[in-house]
Every structure is written in structure tokens, then in C-alpha cells.
């Protein structure tokens, strides 16, 4: 998706912590998770799990009338297996933001992103939450630009974000921020984990068969530094191999899965998290059996790494909505009400995954 968060420096992963507000009995599920020998640890055992994108968490959440919304989504997911929620943790200039202008904010939505973390602790659920965007949607690095142009900065190009002093500064700070905001937050804590949030392009073309991004990221060498604990991909072939058949995507896509899974077994050695893929029912020749073809390859790329103790650990398809919220839908959408089959296929690829959860004392694990 255009609105997925790119290269963009520091998510943070797993961020659900004890509560401090609420009286829930913290367990072994609300451990933070770690990662040793390029997998998931929860709790001494390899974590393995499937999950959803929910981008719109904190702002519908900021409307306390609404939040019943969140409780809700995080309850129908826990319920078919479910167990990690990506949501956006930023909203920079435009309409109702988190940050109207570098380091002012809107405290509703704080207190909605609060809410959004302790809703998850109750029922299991990690999170990682975005903290800017590559892209336009919600501000992203152009807004940080075009603020240091208002105050008479001469920038060029929005990938100054990356390299002007003053635009770095005002990440820098939005970035401390979450720390007096978020009851929720542990500010002192270094076990949150970090990614770089890459949709996976390779800087050279022929790694990327039928593909020709260039955006400025190379999944190799992004993903080698230290700080960043584990890989992330995205993939959307109706998008990317727009007017090919249903074979040809689907093939791509098997392709793009196993090379990026044995790049980052045998080169990064670092667990690797499907954080967006999906099908849109916008497109002409959409169905919903192509859709469920479409999970089933991605799901099945994933179970088969996880299952040989490998370092693929989960997928996160994009996105999850609950009933009444028409204006978020992008055709990527799933209700669970609304999708039988689709629904059927997440809850059987979830089970499969907490089996293998459960063999964490085999020595190909350790």
C-alpha cells in the first residue's frame, strides 16, 4: 500500500508492557518479545504469529465514543488467533494530526494511542507501531520537510529528511515524545525491538525479478544494521505486476516470499515479519477465492519456513476493519463478518502456527 510506512528510520515492535491503569493480571503472553538466533522469543519459547494491520487504531480511538471499535477488532482477532495489531503511532500536519507543527501536539490522540495499547494488553495482542511515514499519507517526511522550508530552510528534495540537521531534529524529538505521553510506556526500557520498515526492493533489479523500484532501499544492507533486530516485507502484486494474470502474480509472489526467506536465513540471520500483503477487490477480475488463494500462498510460504525452525515468523495482511467503518475501506479491507472463507483460512493458517509454538523444545529450535 502507498500509505505503508518505507525505510522510515525507528518502528517499535511489541510494545505492550504491564499496565499501569488498569488492574488486568499481567501473564507470560504479555512478556515483551525478544529475538536470539534470528528468531521471536516470548517467554523462553519461539513466537510465531500471524497478525493484521490496523492503521486507523489510534485516531478512531482518540474519539472515546468510538473506542468501543478497537475493543472490538482486538477481541475478533484474539478470537481466530491473531496475535500482533501494526497500527500508525503518527498523523504529522493536515487534518486532526498527532503533531500540528514540530513538537505541538494533540493530547486526544495520545490518549487514544494510550488506550489502543492497553486494549491490546488485555487481550494478548503485540503491537508495532509506525512512527512516520515514506510516503505522503498522514504527513511523512515531506511534512517534516515542508516544515523547515516554512522556516526558511533551503531543501531541495524530501529525502533531506534523511540528511538536514534541522529536519532530523524535529524526528528526534517527535520520536522522544511517546515517553511523556504514554502511561503505557516503558521510556526506560531497551527491549522494544526495532525495524526499518522496507517493503523489500533490492537495490539491484536483476534481485527482483519483474520488478524495477527504485526508491532507495536495498533489503541486504538496510536490514545488516545492528540496531535493527528483524526484517520486514511487504507484497502486493496486484499492484506491482498490474494487468498479469492471477498465475503469473501468484507465482511472482511464491517467488518474492522464498528468496527474501532465504536471504534472511542465510544472509541476515534475523527473523523476518510479512507486514503487509493483500488483494484488492477494486480490481476488475476480482474474487474472493482469488483473494483466499492469494493468503493461502502467503501463509503457506511462512508455515513452511516456521515448520524447518526457520526464520520466518508470521503475516500480517492488510487490513482488518470492524463493521460501520465504510470510510476506511480501500478495497484491501477485511470484516470479518463479511468474509466466511477468508476468515476460515487466517483462523486454520493461526492454529497452525501455535502447534508449532508449542514444539519450542525441539532442538532445531535451540
Given at each position: 500500500?502507498?500509505?505503508?510506512?518505507?525505510?522510515?528510520?525507528i518502528?517499535l515492535?511489541?510494545?505492550?508492557?504491564?499496565?499501569?491503569?488498569?488492574?488486568?493480571?499481567?501473564?507470560?503472553?504479555?512478556?515483551f518479545?525478544?529475538?536470539?538466533?534470528?528468531?521471536?522469543?516470548?517467554?523462553?519459547?519461539?513466537?510465531?504469529?500471524?497478525?493484521?494491520?490496523?492503521?486507523?487504531?489510534?485516531y478512531?480511538?482518540?474519539?472515546?465514543?468510538?473506542?468501543?471499535k478497537?475493543?472490538?477488532?482486538?477481541?475478533?482477532?484474539?478470537?481466530?488467533?491473531?496475535?500482533?495489531?501494526?497500527?500508525?503511532a503518527?498523523?504529522?500536519?493536515?487534518?486532526?494530526?498527532?503533531?500540528?507543527s514540530p513538537?505541538?501536539?494533540?493530547?486526544?490522540?495520545?490518549?487514544?494511542?494510550?488506550?489502543?495499547?492497553?486494549?491490546?494488553?488485555?487481550?494478548?495482542i503485540?503491537?508495532?507501531?509506525?512512527?512516520?511515514?515514506?510516503?505522503?499519507?498522514?504527513?511523512?517526511?515531506r511534512?517534516?520537510v515542508?516544515?523547515a522550508r516554512?522556516?526558511g530552510?533551503n531543501?531541495?528534495?524530501?529525502?533531506?529528511?534523511?540528511?538536514?540537521?534541522?529536519?532530523?531534529?524535529?524526528?528526534?524529538n517527535?520520536?522522544?515524545?511517546?515517553?511523556?505521553?504514554?502511561?503505557?510506556?516503558?521510556?526506560?526500557?531497551p527491549?522494544?525491538?526495532?525495524?526499518a520498515?522496507?517493503e523489500?526492493?533490492?537495490?539491484?533489479?536483476?534481485?527482483?525479478?519483474?520488478?524495477?523500484?527504485?526508491?532507495?532501499?536495498?533489503?541486504?544492507?538496510?536490514?545488516?544494521?545492528?540496531?535493527?533486530?528483524?526484517?520486514?516485507?511487504?507484497?502486493?502484486?496486484?499492484?506491482?505486476?498490474?494487468?498479469?494474470?492471477d498465475?503469473?502474480?501468484?507465482?511472482?509472489?511464491?517467488?518474492?516470499?522464498?528468496?527474501?526467506?532465504?536471504?534472511?536465513?542465510t544472509?541476515?540471520?534475523?527473523?523476518?515479519?510479512?507486514?503487509?500483503?493483500?488483494?484488492?477487490?477494486k480490481?476488475?477480475e476480482?474474487?474472493?477465492?482469488?483473494?483466499d488463494?492469494?493468503?493461502?500462498?502467503?501463509y503457506?510460504?511462512?508455515y513452511?519456513?516456521?515448520?524447518d525452525?526457520?526464520?520466518?515468523?508470521?503475516?500480517?495482511?492488510?487490513?482488518?476493519l470492524?463493521?460501520?467503518?465504510?470510510?476506511?475501506?480501500?478495497?484491501?479491507?477485511?470484516?470479518?463478518?463479511?468474509?466466511?472463507?477468508?476468515?476460515?483460512?487466517?483462523?486454520?493458517?493461526?492454529?497452525?502456527l501455535?502447534?508449532?509454538?508449542?514444539?519450542?523444545?525441539n532442538?532445531?529450535?535451540?
Open positions: 500500500m502507498r500509505i505503508s510506512c518505507t525505510l522510515i528510520l518502528l515492535i511489541f510494545v505492550l508492557i504491564q499496565e499501569q491503569n488498569f488492574s488486568t493480571q499481567v501473564t507470560a503472553e504479555n512478556e518479545v525478544r529475538t536470539e538466533r534470528g528468531h521471536f522469543m516470548l517467554n523462553g519459547s519461539p513466537f510465531y504469529a500471524n497478525g493484521f494491520n490496523a492503521y486507523w487504531l489510534m478512531v480511538a482518540s474519539d472515546q465514543s468510538q473506542r468501543y478497537i475493543t472490538f477488532a482486538f477481541q475478533e482477532a484474539a478470537n481466530y488467533g491473531l496475535l500482533i495489531a501494526r497500527a500508525w503518527f498523523g504529522d500536519g493536515g487534518y486532526f494530526p498527532l503533531q500540528y513538537g505541538f501536539y494533540n493530547e486526544h490522540m495520545f490518549q487514544g494511542l494510550d488506550f489502543v495499547i492497553s486494549e491490546a494488553g488485555k487481550y494478548g503485540k503491537l508495532i507501531l509506525s512512527l512516520v511515514n515514506n510516503y505522503e499519507d498522514s504527513g511523512g517526511k511534512q517534516y515542508n516544515w516554512n522556516q530552510h531543501i531541495v528534495s524530501d529525502d533531506e529528511f534523511f540528511t538536514n540537521t534541522v529536519v532530523k531534529g524535529y524526528y528526534k517527535h520520536i522522544k515524545m511517546p515517553h511523556r505521553y504514554i502511561s503505557n510506556y516503558n521510556s526506560g526500557d527491549q522494544h525491538l526495532l525495524e520498515g522496507l523489500g526492493f533490492y537495490r539491484k533489479p536483476e534481485d527482483q525479478e519483474n520488478l524495477n523500484f527504485k526508491i532507495g532501499t536495498d533489503f541486504i544492507t538496510n536490514n545488516q544494521i545492528p540496531d535493527i533486530d528483524f526484517a520486514t516485507l511487504h507484497s502486493y502484486p496486484d499492484q506491482w505486476l498490474n494487468g498479469q494474470t498465475e503469473n502474480q501468484l507465482s511472482f509472489l511464491k517467488d518474492w516470499l522464498d528468496k527474501h526467506i532465504q536471504d534472511t536465513q544472509i541476515l540471520q534475523k527473523p523476518l515479519l510479512i507486514a503487509e500483503f493483500g488483494k484488492s477487490s480490481d476488475k476480482y474474487t474472493t477465492k482469488k483473494r488463494e492469494l493468503f493461502s500462498t502467503v503457506t510460504s511462512i513452511s519456513s516456521a515448520s525452525g526457520g526464520v520466518a515468523s508470521g503475516a500480517l495482511f492488510w487490513q482488518l470492524t463493521e460501520n467503518m465504510d470510510s476506511f475501506r480501500d478495497g484491501y479491507e477485511i470484516v470479518f463478518t463479511e468474509s466466511p472463507s477468508t476468515v476460515e483460512l487466517i483462523a486454520e493458517q493461526c492454529q497452525k501455535n502447534e508449532i509454538r508449542k514444539l519450542h523444545d532442538p532445531k529450535f535451540l
